[in-house]
């Protein structure tokens, strides 16, 4: 068990370094609209869902109506419907820790997940919960300390939210460098140019993720050989 813990910990570093200061954007936006710390860690703890959050604190802020912010919800967190499904299976032979698993995929831990190369003495069952948990107990301390600091500290945090798009790219140049093949990475990268010219940035990311499955089973025999080329 020390091993797999030390093992998932390693793993889960790079999502801690970004977590920890998305987390705490995330608290502060909170915090100044009107919200304390209470409310960061209950709703990093029940809703966990990244950029959703971020637009939750505009929807408590103004009160949208629950039917709205449904059907928010659903068009922001589409994306996990797809890249969810190929877990499935691996999920339910977690038994008890299926609808957590589940609960708690977001981007980057199905990165992490995807990249998972499990050496001898560590459970990959195990491996796998642990960093799903530390994931998002880096969210949450990151939410509660934004909180805090939105409250006492008294300066400009323009800008502190740009961490998201730092830890993608991070996780992409590792996941880059990690396999020889690079076709479903430059699958990503075209369809999401594509779109994000043709319809613009604010509707791009899910007919850009339907076209990058499509390509994606078209060249099967191209992703399993990315997967088997891993180093």
């Not at 998972?116 to 530390?134: Q, T, Y």
Request: net charge positive.
């Amino acid at each position: 068990m020390e091993k797999t813990l030390k093992y998932s910990f390693l793993q889960s570093v790079p999502v801690l370094l970004g977590y920890v200061f998305l987390g705490m954007a995330f608290g502060i936006l909170l915090q100044q609209a009107g919200y304390g710390v209470l409310w960061a860690f209950f709703i990093s703890l029940t809703v966990y869902a990244g950029s959703m959050q971020f637009v939750l604190v505009s929807f408590l802020r103004e009160g949208t109506p629950l039917g709205v912010v449904a059907a928010m919800t659903l068009l922001i967190n589409s994306r996990h419907i797809f890249y969810g499904i190929s877990f499935v299976e691996k999920f339910k032979r977690m038994g008890r820790k299926y609808f957590y698993m589940i609960f708690s995929l977001t981007d980057e831990t199905y990165s992490l997940l995807c990249a998972l190369d499990v050496p001898d003495g560590v459970d990959e069952k195990k491996a796998s919960f642990l960093i799903s948990a530390m994931n998002q107990s880096y969210w949450v301390f990151g939410s509660v300390l934004g909180a805090v600091a939105g409250q006492l500290i008294p300066f400009d945090f323009t800008g502190i939210d740009f961490s998201m798009t730092a830890l993608f790219t991070v996780i992409f140049i590792e996941q880059w460098m990690g396999y020889k093949s690079h076709f479903p990475a430059i699958a990503g990268i075209i369809s999401s140019l594509f779109f994000l010219l043709v319809v613009g940035p604010d509707r791009f990311i899910l007919p850009s993720l339907i076209a990058t499955v499509f390509m994606l089973m078209a060249g099967k025999k191209k992703v399993i050989h990315a997967m088997e080329g891993a180093k």
